[in-house]
């Protein structure tokens, strides 16, 4: 079963065209990240998921189904940092928050510990970190287990610490079983916990599917002679190379994660009569491969 299918989403706002017919599938069980750089839509995307936007044409489709008020209550949301009350504490909050969901109070005490707050559950809003009021965000999200949970750049704002413990509770509550949609600017961020991956760029989608396939990385073996000419269409003939270009100085041969063999670079190298003199093995980052995506389709 899909937990969301989006269907030919166009999004104006007047002549601004932040979605220009977008369409993916979400898998139950994932945690699917939905990655772009700042102005891409994502925002706009999750507004119109979670029915706070209106979509200027196309569908969205909750468990294979017209989205009703039923389905609409198995999904939690986080967009941005909601308005808490300052002077109650987390318990109180999540008092008004659960009775506004239509929910009772029983799930409260195992939200706050999911998010690590049963410490401080007594302790007021204003007196909390960014941090924890994250935090509490979150947990007001889980309140009731809904089976979707979809969160608007969950890490925003938060020091290392911070963003590693919200990646483990977004880890925990896929074991759960809960499947989590998230959109991020941070390649990082979606590389660590998300199973899935759609890639967007100005109102666009550039790519999406598994993170393993869409964020494949490489190994690139940089290699370096006195005359890169021969050495270039030595290399071309090796086996088993993705890819053999020249990059300034250097000839780079590209491999598949973890397939690249420095020694028998080098000694392929010198049975065909070529010295290197410059041998290095780099790891195409996440980065690169993300800028390189959306450099293409600028
Ligand atoms: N209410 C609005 N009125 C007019 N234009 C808007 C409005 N909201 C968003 N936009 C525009 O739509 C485009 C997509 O914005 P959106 O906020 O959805 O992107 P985003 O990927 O979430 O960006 P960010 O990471 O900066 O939040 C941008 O060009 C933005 O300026």
């Known amino acids: 079963m899909a937990i969301l299918t989006v269907e030919n989403l166009h999004k104006n706002y007047g002549t601004i065209q932040a979605l220009k017919g977008i369409s993916f599938t979400v898998p139950k069980g994932s945690v699917f990240g939905i990655l772009g750089p700042n102005g891409s839509g994502k925002t706009t995307l999750l507004g119109i998921i979670v029915d706070i936007l209106r979509a200027t044409s196309g569908t969205v489709k909750l468990f294979d189904e017209t989205p009703t008020r039923e389905h609409r209550k198995q999904i939690g949301t986080f967009l941005e940092t909601p308005n808490f009350y300052h002077y109650l504490n987390a318990v109180q909050n999540l008092e008004i928050a659960a009775a506004i969901k239509g929910h009772g109070k029983e799930d409260i005490d195992r939200v706050l510990q999911m998010v690590s707050l049963d410490q401080r559950k007594l302790s007021k809003f204003s007196t909390y970190s960014l941090g924890m009021k994250q935090r509490l965000a979150l947990a007001s999200c889980m309140l009731g287990s809904p089976e979707v949970m979809i969160f608007d750049e969950p890490t925003n704002g938060l020091d290392p610490v911070g963003i590693a413990e919200t990646r483990e509770l977004i880890k925990k509550l896929n074991k759960q079983g809960k499947t989590i949609i998230m959109a991020s600017h941070l390649l990082d961020e979606v590389e660590k916990v998300c199973t899935h991956v759609a890639i967007m760029q100005k109102g666009t989608l550039i790519t999406h599917g598994h993170v393993d396939e869409i964020l494949v990385q490489e190994d690139i073996v940089e ?54 003199n410059h041998l290095r093995l780099r790891k195409k980052s996440l980065e690169a491969k993300f800028f390189e995506l959306t450099q293409n389709n600028k």
């Open 223 to 276: 290699t370096g002679a006195a005359d890169v000419q021969q050495l270039l269409s030595v290399l071309q003939t090796y086996p088993g190379t993705a890819k053999v270009k020249m990059n300034e100085v250097h000839v780079e041969v590209s491999f598949p994660p973890g397939t690249a063999n420095l020694e028998a670079v080098n000694q392929y190298c010198f049975n065909k009569g070529v010295t290197l």
